[in-house]
Antibody
Framework: QLQLQESGPGLVKPSETLSLTCTVS??????????WGWIRQPPGKGLEWIGS???????FYNPSLKSRVTMSVDTSKNQFSLKLSSLTAADTAVYYC???????????????WGQGTLVTVSS | SYELTQPPSVSVSPGQTATITCSGD??????ACWYQQKPGQSPVLVIY???KRPSGIPERFSGSNSGNTATLTISGTQAMDEADYYC?????????FGGGTKLTVL
């Protein structure tokens, strides 16, 4: 059974950079047809896609966050990571990592999710 | 940018059919999927490719997508189906989520 686990700080100061890592177990991050994504959810609000990365390093980013987002992948550790810079209180959210089933036909969906990690931006 | 619109809330009586809509420009030309999220839990995929159910999802969950609207239907709704539901599509290399619908079973 595929499992994903987010790790990183729970509290970050404004203007700093958030770094999160997602560790994948029970399967290989190098599997074809799958991207690996980050999604966030501010308290009491809806889901917002941040971006997705393929094991080769190819990425898709949300245009509204693109200037602040960097994603990377480490196939040797079966991990992928997120960096989000210039944080403000509006970035306070539960951050999820998930596996994205990707098809060139346009079918894209997240079939496995991590448990999520709450990140609070505050001084 | 592409937008998906959902009603904020839907109410249904136990045993009845719940219908949740998701609207977007020419959404029927894309694939839609649906997630269920209960309080304090991660989202769970309940429908993908418009109408397919992942393994383990009850048959009472079904989906359709045509024109500008995708629809999630829950037949014989149970109390355990009370949750937030989100639609999602892929547009111009971007993942787009709807705003979510709170389903109340009362």
């Amino acid at each position: 059974q595929l499992q994903l686990q987010e790790s990183g700080p729970g509290l970050v100061k404004p203007s700093e950079t958030l770094s999160l890592t997602c560790t994948v177990s029970g399967g290989s991050i190098s599997s074809s047809s799958y991207y690996w994504g980050w999604i966030r959810q501010p308290p009491g609000k809806g889901l917002e896609w941040i971006g997705s990365i393929y094991y080769s390093g190819s990425t898709f980013y949300n245009p509204s966050l693109k200037s602040r987002v960097t994603m990377s992948v480490d196939t040797s550790k079966n991990q992928f990571s997120l960096k989000l810079s210039s944080l403000t209180a509006a970035d306070t959210a539960v951050y999820y990592c998930a596996r994205q089933d990707y098809s060139s036909s346009g079918s894209n969906f997240f079939d496995y999710w991590g448990q999520g990690t709450l990140v609070t931006v505050s001084s | 940018s592409y937008e998906l619109t959902q009603p904020p809330s839907v109410s249904v009586s136990p045993g009845q059919t719940a219908t949740i809509t998701c609207s977007g420009d020419k959404l029927g030309d894309k694939y839609a999927c649906w997630y269920q999220q209960k309080p304090g839990q991660s989202p769970v995929l309940v429908i993908y490719k418009d109408s397919k159910r992942p393994s383990g999802i009850p048959e009472r969950f079904s989906g359709s997508n045509s024109g500008n609207t995708a629809t999630l239907t829950i037949s014989g709704t149970q109390a355990m189906d009370e949750a937030d539901y989100y639609c999602q599509a892929w547009d111009s290399s971007n993942v787009v989520f709807g705003g979510g619908t709170k389903l109340t079973v009362l």
